[in-house]
Every structure is written in structure tokens, then in C-alpha cells.
């Protein structure tokens, strides 16, 4: 095992474990790392910071910005806030307690910085003195946002929810049980007992006060479940307005529903208006248990009615205008996601993104509020592009890298971001846009882990395009061993992303991690099958209702065309390996691959399609994705199809190791899905392991379940393809 003998980690731990002192600030993840292995571990990775929230100062000078730290041996993590200037210069580590601390932004015209410890709002000065706490909230907060003039302040507060899980009796309060009465009693890894809402707070002398809720008394949730956050809300440039986004609705209509609005609140005669969908609007009646690909909600005349996924809403800062993401349909969760411009004096919608054949992923205002610039994947890889008002866009960047958020740096002109590869973690970057691509300047400013990435021996990434059996260009990623000799012949992995509809691009993952695969001697074939975004509509929307068909041959087409044109790769040593979707796709091939590989990972995948129909928690995926409830009798041709060729009915044809790992709070795809697999396999006398996370959901969170995740991970895969 990787041992990293260093001040730095012994900071991390004391701070995870809550003994780190005043005296004991260290900087922690600086130099003083060092590796016993050039080559990745699980623990080098989690050795790793991981930067967070990003914000510049009102001058553009200086950068603040979280980062978290994870001790193994603690099994925790703990989350400071840095400085630094916009040249890469002077950084400084302002957290000096064991407490963590988050979501830094500057306030009082930069000033001071605001954050949040303990559930409350505090400030200190840039130099991390003076720190002072500005809440005393009896519920605590979870969020925020100060007003443009600094006199209020938007607070995120948690409260309890009884609308579908009832509270127990009060003479019963050992009692366990819940009595649910609808849908969406739980999402992602939760029971939903409470819910957040948005509050409007004061900001005063003696600090900020509770509050109003300016949804009081509704049912729903804002932010909303399970990923939202506070770039869910937004101010208007003069103080007056909060663009909010919701989904007001419900039990069943929730669970089938992904039509999610952007509301304007006024506070001063505290008056809501949905900028979405016309006064008076009634979502036409839907049956439940069938897509609504095809139903009158998702007809033409109703699109102009926003009934998709409508989120994060950002004022320009002229005050005329709001945009936002913004997918078309209702109950596709992995529509097109467009940007979406409304004009707040005529009321008038505009699609500016629509000549960008992918999704908008993050986006911000220019200065002049004459334009916007937003990131997006294209070919594998999510670069920068701006677009004016009528929709004309000039690419802005041209990295084999993601960047992972945009914003003003503030001084009118240049662009903040995060930025990363499958070689390299999130670092931030100031980006000063020319005319073209060419005259584009990037000027890195963060090395957070620079001092752990020198030290280790990374394989290189290569792009491949391959021809499919249809006669499509797919474009598959590469990546070769740490020291690669072009003399041997390597075990090789095909890579199967999940989603279904998520990117193969320049990711940096802390578990799927290339990187760490190609430290152990592995070539990877990681192919953007049918299905992912950044190759158009049509590629786009072709695993929809056919999750066993092209999608699966182009798996095919990849890992044969590297097993016959690569000489490199070893063809008796192959195996299949994904997660989610790419779980799904691990369990079908194992009754249809041809004795291709010669063993499988499946994680958190769906193995029973029927069951899954009815065991994930959000119906609208199930409903889109296999077109019917597996009980209708008039079912469609692809509901059949999706049915028909569930991997559970293709046990039979089983003849290859297999190990199957599932979280326990995965309420997405239950874990009984990857129970009956493990079992499946062994009753069939089939080698296979299950590694079973109680306190997991769908991903792995906790360091040492990290660890033992990718201990687990290699020690299968090196029994069966390093013999």
C-alpha cells in the first residue's frame, strides 16, 4: 500500500477528526507530500484537494474558493477556504479551525468575505481575520445569497415535510415505521421527511435575522431534489426581484414529471409570477404508466409553454433580461438542455443556443448584457463558446479538457472557470477571450495538486474514431498504461458509460478513474457509444427505448476494433467494466459477448428491468426510457423490445466471472438489482463476488469505502486478466 508520510495529511486528519487547533494551520496539500509509488493508488487519490465553489473579488484581483481534504484513516473529509491573486501568486489558507468551512463569496463590496461554519452565515476579511458571525438561526442554513445592495440576504433552510410520509404519533417516539401515502416518498439516498426553502432575511447591524418564506406554506421544494443548490435562485440587478426554480407539484405528478419552472418573486408586494408558462396554465392530463414522448403534454402547440426541465435562472446585469437552462419535453430528464433568454419588458422567449447541436452545461452573462458565455461538450471534450442575443456563436476555447464552470472574473472582460482532464484534477483558470479560438489566452492559476501529480507516471490519452457497424464515426478515447512499451501486449478494459445519456469527455473521476487503471498496467477503451451527448441530436437520442441495441454494438465495435488494430492490446485478456447505465450494459453483454472478455464489474446496474420499472424512485426515467409499464397489455414494439431483452432473461447464457458491487441507499437503481445478479451468477456456478455498501447510495463517498472499492476493483480484475 501507497503510505504518504506528511505534515499536510496530519493536518487533514486532525481537522476530519475535529483536534486541528489554531497552532496546528498548516498548509495543508501543499509540497510536502510524499509518494513511495510513481504510480496512482486509492490512496493518492484521496490525498488529492478538491476544489469547490469559485468566486472572484468585485476588483477581479482576487479569487476565493473552497477546497476539501480527506483523511483515510479518519474517514472524513474536511473543507477550507483559500485565496489567491489572479496571476496564481500569494495563496493563502484562511481556514484556521477543525469546523468546516464552505460556500465563500464576497460581500461589502470585496471587503469581506462571507461563509458558512456550523450552520451559520459568518464574515472575516480577505486576509482571514476578523471573523465575526452574522446568523443565529434557530434551524440552521444551508445556503445563501446577498442581495446586489447588501441590505438582504436569500437563506436556504431545511424544514420538515409530512405531506407523503406522515409523522408518527407523539406518544410513539421510539417507533420506526413510516406510513407513506403517495410517491416520491424518497429520493436518491433519503426518505423525504423535509425539504428546503428559501427565505428572505434582513441584513442589519446586529447581523441577519430569520426571515421570510417566500414560499411559505407551499409543498415543494426549492432548491430542488436531489442535486440542486443555490444556483437554483438569483437576485435582479436592483434588489427587487428573485428568480427562483421549482417543480410545484406532487406525489405521482412529481414522481412522472420533470416540468420545472423559473418563478419571479417581488418583494416588496410579494407577488409570485411563473415567467415559464401563460396565467391560467393547466398541464394536460397524462397517463402515468407511459411515456410522454407521445402525449399531449410534449404535442408542438404546448412546447411554447417551457414543460421540461427549466433551471438556474441569471439576471443580466442591465436588469432586462433572465436566462436560464432549458430542456423542451416533459418526463426526459436528458433532453437537449438550451439556453433560454426571456425578456423581461416584452415577454418574449428566445432559444439563443439553438445552432450548438449539444447541451448548455453552465452559463454566464457578459457585461454588456448583449450576450452570454456558456460551456458545453462537443467531440468529447467541454469548452467555452459565446452567443449573442440573436444566436450567433463563436467558440472560445479549443482544449482536450472539460471545464466545469464559467463565471466573470469581474473586471468586465475575462472569464473564471474550472477546468480538468483525464489526467489531471479540477484546477481554476482565467480565460481572456479573442476574436477566434487562436487569439483565446488560458492562464492557470491553482496547482492544487501538482505536488502529488509530478510525482506519479501517467498514461497518455489518445483519440480514436471507429467505425461502427451502421457506418458511423465513433470517437473513442484511449488511454495507455503508465510506462507504456509499444513492444508488450497489455490486459485491456472496454469502459461502458452510464447516464444513459452522460459523456465520455475529459472527466477526472476519484473512483472511475483512468488514471488509477492505467497505473495498473491496464489499456482502456473508453468509446462515446450511441446515446451521449456532443454529436448531435440524432446520435444524442438513439439509446432512448433501445438500450440493447446500436448502443451495445458500438461497445462492440470498439473494443474489436482495438483488439485488431492495436497491437498492443492483448484480445485473451479482456474485460468489460461500468456503472449505472454502464452497470446495465456489463450485465447484457455478459449473455452476449462472444466470449470477448474474459471477465466483468458491474456497479450499480440495472439487471431486472421489470422490477426497476417500479423500484426507481423517479418514474419519469423508467417511462421515457422503456416507453410502457411492463404490465400493459398494449404495449409498444420498443417496450417489448426493452422487456424482452432485460439481461436477467439472458442468465442462461452466463460463462464469465462477474462481480457485482451495489450501494444500499441507491434508490435510483435499488440494490436488489445487483443482489439478484450476485446470486444469479452463483447459482448458475459462475465465479462472482458482490460487494454490498450499507451505507452507500449511488456512488462510493467515505474514503475507506473509496479504498476498499478500488482494492476490490483491482483484485478481480488481476485474477482474471493477469494470469
Known amino acids: 500500500m501507497n503510505k504518504l508520510t506528511t505534515i499536510a495529511v496530519a493536518a487533514t486528519m486532525m481537522a476530519a477528526t475535529g483536534t486541528l487547533k489554531a497552532q496546528d494551520n498548516v498548509n495543508i496539500g501543499k509540497s510536502n507530500i510524499k509518494l513511495e509509488s510513481k504510480y496512482m493508488t486509492p490512496e493518492a487519490l484521496w490525498a488529492m484537494g478538491r476544489i469547490g465553489a469559485v468566486e472572484a473579488s468585485p476588483d477581479g484581483k482576487t479569487v476565493v474558493y473552497q477546497v476539501g481534504y480527506y ?88 424544514m420538515p415535510f409530512n405531506e407523503i410520509i406522515k409523522k408518527n404519533p407523539s406518544d410513539l417516539p421510539k417507533a420506526t415505521g413510516r406510513l407513506v401515502t403517495d410517491l416520491m416518498y424518497r429520493h436518491w439516498d433519503h426518505y423525504v421527511e423535509n425539504i428546503q426553502h428559501p427565505f428572505v432575511a434582513d441584513v442589519t447591524a446586529e447581523g441577519i435575522t430569520e426571515g421570510e418564506d417566500i414560499m411559505k406554506g407551499e409543498p415543494y421544494e426549492c432548491p430542488m431534489e436531489p442535486f440542486g443548490g443555490i444556483e437554483q435562485l438569483a437576485w435582479s440587478t436592483d434588489s427587487k426581484q428573485i428568480a427562483y426554480t421549482c417543480r410545484k407539484k406532487k406525489g405521482i405528478d412529481y414522481a412522472i414529471s420533470t416540468d420545472s419552472d423559473i418563478y419571479i ?50 439576471f443580466s446585469p442591465d436588469g432586462r433580461y433572465v436566462a436560464w437552462q432549458s430542456m423542451a419535453r416533459d418526463g426526459y430528464e436528458a433532453d437537449l438542455n438550451r439556453l433560454c433568454v426571456y425578456d423581461l ?26 450576450g452570454l458565455t456558456f460551456i458545453g461538450v462537443w467531440h468529447g471534450c467541454t469548452n467555452m463558446y459565446q452567443v449573442d442575443l440573436k444566436g450567433n456563436i463563436r467558440q472560445l476555447t479549443d482544449d482536450t479538457a472539460d471545464y466545469g464552470s464559467v463565471a466573470l472574473a469581474n473586471d468586465g472582460k475575462r472569464l473564471i472557470a474550472k477546468r480538468h482532464s483525464m489526467s489531471a484534477p479540477d484546477d481554476i483558470y482565467i480565460v481572456n477571450p479573442g476574436k477566434d479560438v487562436k487569439k483565446t489566452t488560458i492562464s492557470q492559476i491553482t496547482r492544487e495538486n501538482e505536488h502529488i501529480l509530478s510525482q506519479l507516471s501517467l498514461g497518455k490519452v489518445e483519440k480514436r474514431w471507429v467505425k461502427t457497424t451502421d457506418g458511423k ?65 440524432e446520435w444524442n437520442e438513439a439509446v432512448s427505448s433501445d438500450w440493447t441495441g446500436q448502443c451495445m454494438r458500438d461497445y462492440l465495435s470498439a473494443i474489436d476494433d482495438a483488439a485488431e488494430n492495436l497491437p498492443y492490446v492483448d484480445r485473451d485478456r479482456m474485460g468489460a467494466v461500468g456503472a449505472s447505465f454502464g452497470g446495465f450494459s456489463v450485465y447484457y453483454l455478459a449473455g452476449h459477448h462472444d466470449k470477448r472478455f474474459k471477465c466483468f464489474i458491474s456497479h450499480d446496474g440495472a439487471f431486472n428491468l421489470e422490477s426497476m420499472y417500479t423500484d426507481t424512485e423517479e418514474a ?68 462472482a463476488e458482490l460487494l454490498i455498501f450499507p451505507d452507500e447510495n449511488h456512488w462510493v463517498l467515505k474514503p475507506q469505502n473509496g479504498v476498499l472499492w478500488q482494492r476490490t476493483f483491482f483484485n478481480w480484475l488481476d485474477r482474471w486478466l493477469k494470469k
Open 265 to 314: 418573486y417581488n418583494i416588496g408586494t410579494r407577488e409570485t409570477r411563473n415567467i415559464c408558462k401563460p396565467v391560467g396554465y393547466k398541464a394536460p392530463k397524462v397517463d402515468p404508466t407511459h411515456t410522454m414522448r407521445d402525449q399531449s403534454v410534449n404535442a408542438e402547440e404546448n412546447l411554447k409553454n417551457n414543460p421540461g426541465y427549466d433551471q438556474n435562472p441569471k
Open 620 to 687: 419519469w426515467f423508467s417511462n421515457w426510457e422503456y416507453d410502457d409499464a411492463f404490465w400493459n397489455k398494449k404495449q409498444t414494439a420498443d417496450a417489448r423490445k426493452t422487456y424482452d431483452n432485460s439481461p436477467h432473461r439472458f442468465v442462461d447464457k452466463w460463462d464469465t466471472p462477474i462481480l457485482c458491487i451495489h450501494g444500499e441507499m441507491d434508490y435510483r437503481i435499488n440494490y436488489n438489482q445487483g443482489m439478484g445478479a450476485f446470486n444469479a451468477a452463483r447459482m448458475r456456478g459462475i465465479p
Open 345 to 370: 419588458q416584452t415577454g418574449e422567449k428566445q432559444y439563443v443556443s439553438a445552432a450548438f447541436d449539444s447541451n448548455v452545461d453552465d452559463f454566464c452573462w457578459n457585461a454588456d448584457s448583449k
Open 473 to 537: 464515426d465513433m470517437l473513442t478515447w484511449i488511454i495507455l498504461p503508465s510506462d507504456f512499451d509499444p513492444n508488450k501486449k497489455y490486459p485491456t478494459l472496454l469502459f461502458c458509460e452510464g447516464g444513459p445519456q452522460s459523456p465520455v469527455s475529459q472527466f477526472w473521476s476519484y473512483r472511475w478513474n483512468f488514471q488509477i487503471m492505467a497505473a495498473n498496467g491496464y489499456v482502456i477503451v473508453a468509446p462515446n457509444r450511441r446515446g451521449l451527448p456532443g454529436f448531435g441530436h
Open 71 to 158: 483523511s483515510v484513516k479518519a474517514n472524513k473529509g474536511h473543507q477550507v477556504i483559500c485565496t489567491v491573486d489572479n496571476q496564481g501568486n500569494n495563496r493563502r489558507q484562511l481556514t484556521t479551525a477543525a469546523k468546516n468551512e464552505t460556500d465563500p463569496t464576497w460581500i461589502e463590496g470585496g471587503t469581506r468575505i462571507a461563509f458558512i461554519t456550523g450552520g451559520q452565515i459568518w464574515s472575516m476579511k480577505p486576509d482571514g481575520t476578523d471573523r465575526r458571525q452574522l446568523s443565529h438561526d434557530k434551524s440552521g442554513i444551508d445556503g445563501f445569497i446577498f442581495s446586489p445592495d447588501g441590505t438582504k440576504v436569500i437563506l436556504i433552510k431545511t
